[in-house]
């Protein structure tokens, strides 16, 4: 009993965190950008968030401690997701390169903010911070859930709104699948995009920090956010750019990667397997569910094309 | 033929010259942007804790008399050049699945599998180093061809799938060099492999060439013929890049695969030795690395892949993919990681050094603008005036 009730808490907490990050992915391809940074944003929302969690004096309502350290992540992912934005949308550099060169730079920078922190708050050169994390959470029943659950289940439903029911949804949209043809009409393809790209942002940070702070109350930046920005990008196109089926495989993916963390606890510990099989297992099932999923793929058309002007 | 002889060369002398001066301009801009992050941080210090190691890298105790007199001033020297070697590598195999249009991100996973078959065959069956050597690359090999297989047949995005592999690459190497400590690898005391040293001294990259001592040269005990290999290589794919037909199909592949294919060239074929060459060539890196006794591996730390993979992707974008370039961005870029080592941590995380080749990437990324400059400036004003008096 008590494995299904970790399981339903990790699989909640992955799962949300999956759902935030490959929304954002998902924003920004159907813009034409393709956002391999979002792991880089990830870890700069969630070290943004995290010290701000540190900074914020003790004895601060909850409610506070919640919005301020929110808001702070997002900040920080729409800000960093801007240099991608800048590079990729005016300067028409290479997207991937771009967003790998963001994906170095975050977690060193993370490092870097971390450290500083520690040299000049407890003296010494310790990569990890500590924080309280109890605002985060609460209890149902005996499941323990966060509130990034349902932060993330409003942002699905506003993303979902607003992706296709809404002229801006359909004109961001327009833009990924044939800006010259959008442009034709009168679209700003140049500000479409770069609106989709600081939404991913947006989601990106706030996903970084609900994978951070919720599960843990002392974190290690040396790993960044461990891959989770690209187990997202692979949730978003297993689930073919639509904000619905994202969100079911994104609880998929979570329950595969939830093995991990329950296996101690419950049967599945004498079978005596090393942790690490654990963790191999949403990569490989990924890597699985890509190679049967890529031949039909719905990928925006235009996505990764730098757009010009000149070229009708 | 003749006739025109002069002025590819030149076009040629230009586009090198303009690639080289954008790199430049891009390492200036980086540095400039990593001191204006210093100061941030602590203006105090900024310079002589900060900037200043970072530019002097492996030669920091140059000019120290006490440490000149023992020779021990080579010694950083040593380790940069130890350390430039698998870099060099990793910029290579990232660098060669470029030219056939392949983003090989995959390079630290396939240099984490270099590193254990390069690592089993030394401390298990402990065999010459050369062979050791082939292991290693044979394993990065396969792994890179995983991706180059489901890229030509299933047009699976290689990005993603290298991604996946690195991962599945870290945490399958691991569990067999940890083997919950069982492992005939795990040395339990140091938590770390053992040291090739102690299990088979043969399986280490011999450090004398032509009776030149180099351990003995640079002070530091991993310095060995590692970084001649590296060279080797270096120039060696060059020349299957620029001087052969396999490398032509290769190169045709990456700038248009349709056309490629109605060439007559096998493009699914290509794909897949393009992405066996750079396993292979990371998988090589990794070996220069470990079987020089760098340092040991640790097979515990399974949160972070080896920066030596990512660090790839900033050599060969430096070098603007060129491999004979490699080699010197591979040693630049080493040079900041031991500049950042050198840094006083008490003031400055080494990590800045990071940021710094970070950003000079990020910077690389839209070169093209400076290269467009400097082309444009050599085109108007020196070489115009050298073309036309060739002509005549």
Redo the contacts between chains.
């Keep these: 009993m008590t494995g299904l009730v970790l399981l339903i808490k990790y699989a909640l907490l992955y799962g949300s965190v999956l759902l935030l990050v490959a929304m954002g992915g998902m924003w920004s391809e159907h813009s034409g950008v393709i956002n391999?940074a979002l792991e880089g944003i990830m870890t700069i929302g969630a070290v943004a968030g995290a010290l701000a969690l540190c900074l914020l004096p003790e004895g601060t309502s909850a409610g506070v401690v919640i919005l301020a350290s929110v808001f702070f992540a997002c900040t920080a992912g729409i800000v960093y997701s801007s240099?991608l934005a800048f590079?990729s949308i005016n300067?028409?550099?290479?997207q991937?390169?771009?967003g790998?060169?963001?994906?170095?730079?975050?977690?060193?920078?993370a490092?870097?903010l971390v450290?500083?922190f520690n040299?000049t708050h407890s003296g010494g050169?310790s990569p990890k911070l500590t924080y309280d994390n109890s605002p985060f959470i609460f209890k149902i029943g005996e499941v323990t859930v966060n509130v990034f659950v349902l932060i993330a289940l409003v942002l699905l439903i506003v993303s979902y709104y607003l992706m296709y029911k809404t002229r801006f949804g359909l004109r961001l949209r327009a833009c990924g699948e044939h800006p010259q043809a959008a442009a034709s009409v009168g679209i700003n393809v140049y500000r479409m995009r770069w609106a989709g790209v600081l939404i991913s942002g947006l989601l990106g940070g706030l996903g970084g920090f609900a994978y951070v702070v919720p599960s843990v109350s002392i974190w290690?930046f040396?790993?960044?956010v461990?891959?989770m920005g690209?187990l997202s990008?692979?949730v978003m196109?297993f689930g073919q750019w639509h904000p619905v089926r994202i969100a079911l495989c994104a609880l998929f993916f979570a329950l595969f990667k939830s093995l991990a963390d329950i296996a101690d606890s419950t049967f599945l510990g004498s079978l005596n397997l090393?942790k690490?099989?654990y963790?191999?297992m949403p990569?490989?099932f990924?890597?699985i569910v890509?190679?049967?999923t890529?031949?039909r793929s719905k990928a925006p058309k235009a996505e990764g094309i730098p757009y010009d002007k000149g070229m009708r | 033929m003749n006739k025109n002889a002069v002025s590819p060369l030149m076009m040629r002398a230009k586009a090198a010259g303009s690639s080289v001066l954008s790199s430049l301009v891009c390492i200036l801009m980086g540095l400039v942007l990593g001191y204006l992050f210093l100061l941030l941080l602590n203006a105090e210090h900024a310079w002589d804790d900060g900037l200043l190691p970072i530019i002097k890298g492996g030669f920091k105790s140059f000019g120290n008399e006490a440490l000149e007199a023992t020779g021990a001033h080579m010694k950083p020297l040593g380790m940069e050049i130890a350390e430039a070697a698998p870099l060099i590598m990793t910029g290579l195999s990232v660098a060669f699945a470029f030219k056939t249009g392949l983003f090989n991100i995959g390079a630290a996973g396939q240099y984490v599998l270099g590193a254990f078959g390069g690592l089993y065959c030394a401390l298990v069956l402990q065999l010459p180093w050369w062979v050791c050597l082939l292991a290693a690359s044979l394993c990065g090999a396969l792994w890179g061809a995983i991706p180059g297989i489901l890229k030509a047949y299933l047009n699976v995005n290689e990005v993603i799938t290298c991604i996946m592999l690195n991962w599945i690459g870290l945490y399958g190497a691991n569990t067999l060099m940890y083997q919950g400590g069982n492992s005939p690898m795990y040395f339990l005391k140091q938590a770390k492999t053992y040291t090739v040293a102690s299990k088979s001294p043969s399986s280490l990259i011999p450090s004398k060439i032509f009776g030149w001592d180099l351990t003995k040269t640079f002070n530091y005990s991993a310095m060995t013929i590692a970084i001649f290999l590296a060279i080797i290589v270096a120039i060696a794919i060059y020349v299957i890049l620029e001087k052969t037909t396999f490398g032509y199909e290769l190169k045709a592949c990456g700038h248009n695969k349709n056309a490629a294919k109605y060439a007559g060239i096998n493009d699914k074929r290509n794909i897949i030795l393009s992405m066996v060459i750079a396993g292979a060539l990371a998988g090589f890196g990794a070996g220069l690395f470990f079987l020089a006794g760098v340092e040991q591996y640790n097979p515990q730390e399974s949160t972070a892949l080896p920066g030596q993979g990512f660090n790839g992707i900033s050599v060969a974008l430096l070098a603007s993919l060129n491999p004979i370039g490699c080699i010197f961005s591979g040693v630049f870029i080493s040079h900041l990681s031991v500049g950042g080592n050198a840094m006083k941590q008490s003031t400055f995380p080494k990590e800045i050094a990071d940021a710094v080749s970070g950003i000079i990437v990020y910077l690389c990324a839209f070169s093209i603008l400076f290269k467009g400059f400097f082309r444009k400036l050599f085109g108007s004003k020196l070489f115009r005036k050298k073309e036309g008096g060739a002509k005549k």
């Design positions: 391999i240099l590079a300067l028409k550099a290479d991937t390169i771009g790998t060169a963001l994906n170095l730079m975050g977690t060193a920078l490092l870097v450290k500083n040299l050169q290690n040396e790993q960044g461990a891959g690209f990008l692979a196109i090393a690490e099989i963790r191999m990569f490989i990924s890597l890509l190679a049967f890529s031949k």
